[in-house]
């Protein structure tokens, strides 16, 4: 099934396609700027595959090439479950290529990006202006002659050409009749409690209704890509956890996993159970923390206690592995840190069987059939399930608009075939709906972690790989070939082959692709992470247009935007 | 509060009971305002929920306009986009107002040192309690906010801040 597509696509386009190098079994094809419109349209609409769901978009840059800039496109197919990466390659002096706005709505923002980080320009595109760095940024920081210290100061807040105040007429600058409606603009964010301190949204309203939304991000922009750049591949793991940082331990899997792909190594099967009990533990708290905050803002305090007291106690546990409560940096690229404490999977049993259920079930009574709030939430931010998917929504957001689809089941890894657990859907895909499925994801968690709790097998906690794992301590000290072998890996780092790889899971928000490109060195070439929120975020203005002012902040609170990994 | 410009006050004899007073009252009650961008943000939630609680030291109406708040508790790392707004906020928020730099980024750029990230946030406004960590662990944000609590009882109405001279 796999290789069928870029043999199908080769057939087809015989002239703008041709084959990538074959690495670790990826399908991967070039296409020429021309065709590539083309070639997205068919790969959208061929009944075979219906690659429907464009998960990022990204630039790469490479000095020295013919042709200097890559755009890299990442389709992912619910229909096959295949994913396949398309490249162009762009010279530098003119580095233009038609935007796929018109297929996929998901490119807004990464093609943004992409001429945003590397000047990439995309023709047709409606609004292409900078999205993460500010207006007054000059030159395009990821490319490679960029130096990475180079700071660039901004003296006035940004400004969106939208003015601030009341304004009559159509707000496009198009001739006025005298019968436009009177509007106003209002400036949200980013310092808003609402707006979880980075998000800024201007809203231009008739009354109280939202006529038009327009979100400005960036305020985090913390260049996680460009300073990975410049580690060592163990040293990017503590720069993951600060994506997400509501669930860092599920950054550090998605990460470890897409490097030890790279390497082309499995992890025992104790280190794998241990990344799922991790990794749902997380998923877990990343959800009270968006209800808790969801419920915040919209007025209902006292859940927030509630949830805050259990994540207090899956803190306690995360503490108990790596000694710290939010910035954890457990998985080590072919294995973990350390292994279980004692007493460690007991104290989480307790915590599964009492703890997390009681809060679940309080919050549960308190809000789910609360007047008010299923009141304030019912049809509120409703998106069908195919806008979603176009738009690139992934997780709970696309489950809640009646979509199956969950890495753990479309394409398993860490032995989820094997648990048994259910994937919630919504039918409305609202606000209210995103707020069940969370809860019921919950649950859901807590069945794999009690699984895999039972069936945790005994096993080393790293791989026998003399590229990436330490000797043990006392062979270092006694003989010769593991202290070089010691030295080598402190010194020089992991050295992957060179390639690149595309890996995702599935995050507390949805897919976490990260994309690395290794030229053989022990410095990632290029580290492209692919963000859940930043698809969802940019679908704002459509799921609040014509909607209440209180109506947006239910909204994106049920969003769950997490500026870490929007920003980057 | 306006006290402070009252010369007759200042050059009154009852400078010290005045002092106490004063100070003992914004000591205990502390209007935090939250200027959470990042990971820091989520312990200062954390503190603030109901295990660390930091309504036991008097400082839990969180505030969210900087006109109704007097601590600018800064959590989490400020990018030069950001830097503007930061010193809006601080200064649309009334004297006498105290600053918490709350982790490593916001003390000194933290782990992030490249082309978006402000080095510290006393490049663009005063600080005065550094609170490290990544993320400080939310004994250490407590801790900072009882030394935040040390500098007001050291205040007095002559000092220049409060007359401008
Ligand atoms: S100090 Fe660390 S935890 Fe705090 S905002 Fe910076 S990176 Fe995040």
Not at chain 1, 315 to 327: D, F, I, Q, V, W
């Amino acid at each position: 099934m796999a290789d069928l597509v870029a043999q199908t696509l080769l057939e087809k386009f015989p002239e703008a396609v041709s084959l990538a190098p074959d690495f670790r079994d990826e399908e991967a094809v070039c296409v020429t700027r021309e065709s590539i419109i083309q070639v997205l349209r068919f790969l959208y609409s061929n009944p075979d595959t219906e690659y429907t769901l464009l998960e990022d978009i990204c630039g790469a840059d490479y000095p020295g090439r013919e042709d200097r800039f890559e755009v890299v496109y990442q389709l992912y197919s619910l229909k096959t479950g295949g994913h396949v990466r398309l490249k162009v390659g762009l010279q530098e002096e003119d580095p233009t290529l038609p935007t796929a706005i018109g297929i996929y709505k998901a490119a807004d923002w990464f093609e943004r990006e992409a001429f945003d980080q590397y000047g990439i320009r995309f023709e047709g595109h409606p609004n292409l202006r900078r999205v993460l760095n500010h207006e007054d940024f000059v030159g395009h920081p990821l490319r490679k002659d960029y130096p990475i210290k180079k700071r660039q100061k901004l003296t006035r807040p940004t400004n969106l050409g939208w003015e601030e105040g009341q304004s009559r007429g159509n707000g496009d600058g198009s001739e006025q009749t005298g019968e436009e409606p009177e509007w106003m603009t209002l400036n949200i964010g980013p310092a808003h409690p609402t707006m979880h301190g980075t998000l800024r949204i201007l809203a231009r309203l008739e009354g109280e209704t939202i006529l038009k939304a327009e979100p400005e991000i960036g305020y985090l922009h913390r260049g996680f890509e460009k300073t990975s750049e410049a580690l060592t591949y163990q040293q990017v793991i503590p720069l993951t956890d600060r994506l997400n940082y509501c669930s860092a331990m599920m950054n550090n899997v998605g990460y470890c996993r897409a490097v030890e792909k790279l390497l082309g190594i499995e992890v025992s099967k104790r280190v794998q159970y241990i990344r799922v009990i991790v990794s749902e533990l997380s998923r877990i708290i990343d959800h009270l923390v968006c209800i808790a905050a969801n419920l915040v803002d919209i007025g209902a305090l006292t859940p927030y206690w509630y949830c805050f007291r259990e994540r207090e106690n899956v803190y306690e546990l995360l503490e108990a592995l790596c000694g710290s409560r939010l910035t954890t940096s457990y998985t080590r690229i072919g294995g973990l840190s350390h292994d279980l404490p004692d007493g460690w999977v007991d104290k989480c049993r307790e915590y599964i069987r009492d703890r997390i259920p009681r809060a679940i079930e309080e919050t549960e009574t308190l809000i789910t059939k609360n007047r008010i709030f299923v009141d304030r939430t019912s049809g509120v931010g409703a998106i069908s399930a195919d806008e979603a998917l176009n738009w690139g929504f992934t997780g709970p957001c696309l489950r809640a608009s009646g979509v199956p689809f969950d890495v753990r089941k479309a394409n398993p890894y860490y032995d989820y075939d094997k648990f048994d657990f259910d994937i919630p859907v919504g039918s409305n895909g609202d606000t209210y709906d995103r707020y069940l499925v969370r809860m019921e994801e919950m649950r859901q968690s807590l069945r794999i972690i009690e699984q895999a709790l039972d069936g945790l097998p005994e096993g080393p906690i790293s791989v026998e790989d003399r590229r990436v794992s330490l000797p043990e301590k006392d062979a270092v000290y006694t003989k010769f070939g593991p202290l070089v072998q010691h030295t080598k890996l402190i010194v020089d780092g992991i050295v992957p082959p060179e390639g690149e790889v595309y890996s995702v899971t599935e995050a507390a928000n949805g897919v976490l692709g990260f994309y690395i490109v290794s030229d053989g060195t022990k410095r990632p070439y290029r580290i492209k992470v692919r963000p859940p929120c930043f698809a969802i975020f940019q679908a704002l203005p459509q799921l609040v247009e014509g909607s209440m002012i209180a109506d947006l902040i239910a909204i994106v609170g049920s969003l769950n935007i997490i500026a870490g990994e929007l920003d980057r | 509060m306006g006290i402070e410009s009252s010369r007759i006050l200042r050059n009154s004899p009852f400078v010290k009971p005045i002092d106490a007073i004063l100070n003992w009252c914004r000591e205990y009650s502390c209007w935090p305002y939250a200027f959470g961008t990042a990971c820091c943000a989520i312990e200062f939630m954390a503190v603030a929920a109901s295990h660390y609680d930091i309504s036991r030291f008097g400082a839990e109406v969180i505030r969210f306009s900087p006109r109704q708040a007097d601590l600018l508790v800064v959590s989490g790392t400020i990018s030069e986009k950001m830097a503007p707004i930061l010193k809006k906020i601080y200064d649309q928020i009334c004297e006498p107002k105290w600053v918490m730099a709350h982790g490593a980024c916001t003390c000194s750029g933290g782990i992030y040192d490249n082309y978006c990230t402000v080095q510290g946030i006393d490049t663009i406004i005063p600080v005065d309690v550094y609170v490290p960590g990544c993320p400080p662990t939310p004994e250490a944000f407590l801790d900072g906010l009882i030394k935040i609590q040390k500098i007001i009882e050291g205040e007095s109405i002559r000092d220049p801040k409060y007359c401008g001279e």
